[in-house]
């Protein structure tokens, strides 16, 4: 993270997904910030993105980072963007500095692989059947960025799983998170990776003129598989914009 050199940088989970479920809050200590990831405040659900961008935000005004910067990778693009919304509607106090978008959830072209799949069968019949063999797939994928997502997944609650696949794929197929995006203010990025197959939403967001780029030699996971374009292209954006020293997400 030396990237983030005097910058408080917050890593919260994705409640009931991820390594670090179950963690409350750990703080590492990083130049001159800190560097705090786990759960910021508990979470006991519903698995949706309103719900999350809501605790999200409501937990970060009361511990007191009320201007922030995201950076938000596949679902959690969403999440920021209802996030957004919030803080545009002055809900909760805080201000979005700028957004980062990594692949995020942006329209019906997204969220039509996993999280479309995982949404379309039955909750029991995915908790029991599908997610076990999803999580096989994953651990056992050539793919290291995959074998390294397949970890996570086996701290991840299936039933959540199945319940961010149906609010992500709801919210993709709305529409309505792409004109989100678009009425952003403050400065915002897509990156993605240039072995992903998005052309649908390259293609649009260039159309509209909204900054993008590429991470080379990357796929989805990015952030694993170029980790240091990957940040050298948050960097380049935060100097770009006269971005230092902010509370980041």
Same mark, same amino acid.
């Given at each position: 993270?030396?990237?983030?050199?005097?910058?408080?940088?917050?890593?919260?989970?994705?409640?009931?997904?991820? #390594? +670090?479920?179950?963690?409350? &809050? =750990?703080?590492?200590?990083?130049?001159? %910030?800190?560097?705090?990831?786990?759960? /910021?405040? !508990?979470?006991?659900?519903?698995?949706?993105?309103?719900?999350?961008?809501?605790?999200?935000?409501?937990?970060?005004?009361?511990?007191?980072?009320?201007?922030?910067?995201?950076?938000?990778?596949?679902?959690?693009?969403? #999440? +920021?963007?209802?996030?957004? &919304? =919030?803080?545009?509607?002055?809900?909760? %106090?805080?201000?979005?500095?700028?957004? /980062?978008? !990594?692949?995020?959830?942006?329209?019906?072209?997204?969220?039509?692989?996993?999280?479309?799949?995982?949404?379309?069968?039955?909750?029991?019949?995915?908790?029991?059947?599908?997610?076990?063999?999803?999580?096989?797939?994953?651990?056992?994928?050539?793919?290291?960025?995959?074998?390294?997502?397949?970890?996570?997944?086996?701290?991840?609650?299936?039933?959540?799983?199945?319940?961010?696949?149906?609010?992500?794929?709801?919210?993709?197929?709305?529409?309505?998170?792409?004109?989100?995006?678009?009425?952003?203010?403050?400065?915002?990025?897509?990156?993605?990776?240039?072995?992903?197959?998005?052309?649908?939403?390259?293609?649009?967001?260039?159309?509209?003129?909204?900054?993008?780029?590429?991470?080379?030699?990357?796929?989805?996971?990015?952030?694993?598989?170029?980790?240091?374009?990957?940040?050298?292209?948050?960097?380049?954006?935060?100097?770009?914009?006269?971005?230092?020293?902010?509370?980041?997400?």
């Amino acid at each position: 993270m030396r990237f983030f050199q005097g910058a408080p940088c917050l890593i919260p989970n994705l409640p009931a997904h991820g #390594i +670090a479920h179950g963690i409350r &809050q =750990r703080k590492k200590r990083h130049s001159k %910030g800190d560097m705090v990831y786990g759960d /910021i405040e !508990a979470y006991q659900g519903p698995y949706t993105l309103v719900a999350v961008a809501r605790w999200l935000s409501t937990s970060l005004q009361r511990h007191g980072h009320t201007h922030i910067h995201i950076v938000a990778h596949s679902m959690g693009g969403a #999440i +920021a963007l209802l996030m957004a &919304q =919030r803080a545009l509607q002055k809900k909760d %106090g805080i201000t979005i500095g700028s957004l /980062i978008c !990594a692949e995020g959830n942006l329209s019906p072209h997204d969220g039509k692989l996993i999280s479309r799949r995982a949404a379309s069968y039955e909750r029991e019949d995915f908790i029991h059947r599908r997610f076990p063999r999803l999580l096989e797939r994953a651990c056992t994928s050539d793919n290291p960025s995959t074998r390294r997502w397949g970890m996570a997944l086996k701290e991840t609650r299936a039933d959540a799983f199945h319940a961010y696949a149906q609010s992500t794929t709801r919210w993709s197929s709305s529409g309505q998170l792409y004109a989100f995006y678009k009425m952003m203010s403050s400065p915002t990025l897509y990156l993605y990776g240039a072995e992903s197959e998005i052309e649908d939403n390259t293609r649009r967001l260039r159309h509209d003129g909204m900054p993008l780029h590429a991470i080379e030699g990357a796929g989805h996971f990015m952030m694993f598989e170029q980790r240091t374009l990957f940040w050298q292209a948050v960097m380049a954006f935060y100097q770009e914009h006269g971005i230092s020293s902010h509370h980041s997400l």
